[in-house]
T-cell receptor, first 114, second 110 residues
Framework: QKEVEQDPGPLSVPEGAIVSLNCTYSNSAFQYFMWYRQYSRKGPELLMY??SSGNKEDGRFTAQVDKSSKYISLFIRDSQPSDSATYLC??????????????WGLGTSLAVNP | EADIYQTPRYLVIGTGKKITLECSQTMGHDKMYWYQQDPGMELHLIHYSYGVNSTEKGDLSSESTVSRIRTEHFPLTLESARPSHTSQYLC?????????FGEGSRLTVL
């Protein structure tokens, strides 16, 4: 069983929809949770970063961590065609800066249709 | 936008050739990484470096080698490429905060 599970999709939504992207994990020691966005033919870029449980909001994006359920979510409000990309979750134990121990999800491919 | 550059972006070569994928960053980051990304698979770390003359193998076994002679430069070399090396190679660097990725080098070995 993989440590991090993420449905690869693809997910297709109309412009303006609320998008929910999710990852589940099995290692209860994970404390740092990240969402990366990867456009086609580009490298991933950090979108949101959360420590432990709770919510974090940045503009149209909200990251949510539920450690009791071992479940993290990324919500995108008022989705735009420019949000079309692959969204990867990543998480780590202990020092968030130790990227050597980042565990990645498969990534979910999202298409927002005008 | 991150100042980390990879060349070549795309490379198609024959089996047995030696190739070097270049990665440079202008942010002065000590930590640099090479990841492999294949369709339907997670990102896998194949090499990392915490500074000049420091290199370590990552979690995914790779026949490639790396060097870190200068802070800004972290090239990856395959001495004899094989079709199984066909993949997307992503270079990344980090200071004290987030991980910055290059745009990737897409390698196809025929």
């Amino acid at each position: 069983q993989k440590e991090v599970e993420q449905d690869p999709g693809p997910l297709s939504v109309p412009e303006g929809a609320i998008v929910s992207l999710n990852c589940t994990y099995s290692n209860s020691a994970f404390q740092y949770f990240m969402w990366y966005r990867q456009y086609s033919r580009k490298g991933p870029e950090l979108l949101m970063y959360t420590y432990s449980s709770g919510n974090k909001e940045d503009g149209r994006f909200t990251a949510q961590v539920d450690k009791s359920s071992k479940y993290i979510s990324l919500f995108i409000r008022d989705s735009q065609p420019s949000d079309s990309a692959t969204y990867l979750c990543a998480m780590s134990v202990g020092n968030a800066g130790n990227n050597r121990k980042l565990i990645w999800g498969l990534g979910t491919s999202l298409a927002v249709n005008p | 936008e991150a100042d980390i550059y990879q060349t070549p972006r795309y490379l198609v070569i024959g089996t047995g050739k030696k190739i070097t994928l270049e990665c440079s960053q202008t942010m002065g980051h000590d930590k640099m990484y090479w990841y492999q990304q294949d369709p339907g698979m997670e990102l896998h770390l194949i090499h990392y470096s915490y500074g000049v003359n420091s290199t370590e193998k990552g979690d995914l076994s790779s026949e490639s080698t790396v060097s870190r002679i200068r802070t800004e430069h972290f090239p990856l070399t395959l001495e004899s490429a094989r079709p199984s090396h066909t993949s997307q190679y992503l270079c990344a660097s980090r200071g004290t905060g987030e991980l910055f990725f290059g745009e990737g080098s897409r390698l196809t070995v025929l």
